[in-house]
């Protein structure tokens, strides 16, 4: 593709192409510009380096988190939508995760869920500081909930690109995590579980978490909301 026909778009959606087959690391300037049919100096006239696109994929694909109307759903039900669009995004490009470990993101695409999930805690009644912290605490709990999955992504395509098999390195950790589990009692009698596979956990544990945490949050309103005890 000739440099004069590219455009930004092109590259940051053909990146986010990459970078979910390759994984963060196998992302290069060369690679893109082999799949957008040009050279990879012909990249470089609209983007600056590879962390400036890394910055823009990660941007680009926050546009994909659901954002439901506050006016027309209640604040739960809202807050619980856009934290499962959230774990899904994150689920269909791991690589972010890690990258959210290593940059700074900022633009359009973030700051509009950002600002959305404000508005949807504003709209249960926190004001202030507290929406900021009720909002903080959905999206660490979403981010902390999808990093086993993300390592192992990432673990899986670093290992097949130095030709080993990524396959029957985790089994051989998964041995050994079973022989070290036999004495510990509690762990003991779960090995059969499909919990204990690598990074695995019981089933709805995602839906588990996120219930628990709106619940504190729900009770917490409710506090403030009950008039002061005259005694």
Do not use: C
Request: charged share 25%.
């Amino acid at each position: 593709m000739p440099r004069d026909t590219l455009t930004r778009d092109q590259i940051v959606r053909t990146a986010v192409e990459l970078l979910d087959e390759e994984g963060l690391d196998g992302l290069n300037m060369r690679s893109l510009g082999k799949r957008l049919g040009t050279v990879a100096t012909a990249v470089y006239w609209h983007v600056k380096n590879k962390d400036d696109l890394v910055l823009l994929a990660g941007d680009h694909v926050w546009n994909e988190v659901e954002l439901p109307d506050v006016d027309a759903v209640d604040w739960r039900t809202a807050a619980t939508t856009m934290a499962g669009s959230l774990h899904a995004m994150l689920g269909r490009h791991p690589w972010l995760v890690q990258a959210i470990g290593s940059y700074l993101f900022y633009g359009p695409g973030k700051a509009r869920h950002d600002d959305h999930s404000l508005a949807v805690f504003e709209a249960a009644g926190f004001r202030g500081a507290a929406a900021d912290r009720a909002s903080a605490a959905v999206f660490t709990y979403v981010l902390g909930n999808v990093l086993g999955m993300s390592a192992l992504d990432s673990l899986s395509k670093r290992l097949s690109r130095t030709g080993k098999n990524a396959d029957e390195l985790i089994q051989d950790a998964m041995a050994k995590a079973h022989d070290i589990a036999l004495g510990f009692p509690r762990l003991r009698t779960r090995l059969d579980a499909p919990s204990a596979e690598y990074n695995a956990a019981p089933e709805h544990t995602f839906e588990y978490g996120l219930r628990a945490l709106l619940d504190g949050m729900e009770a917490e309103l409710r506090r403030d909301r009950e008039p002061a005890d005259p005694r």
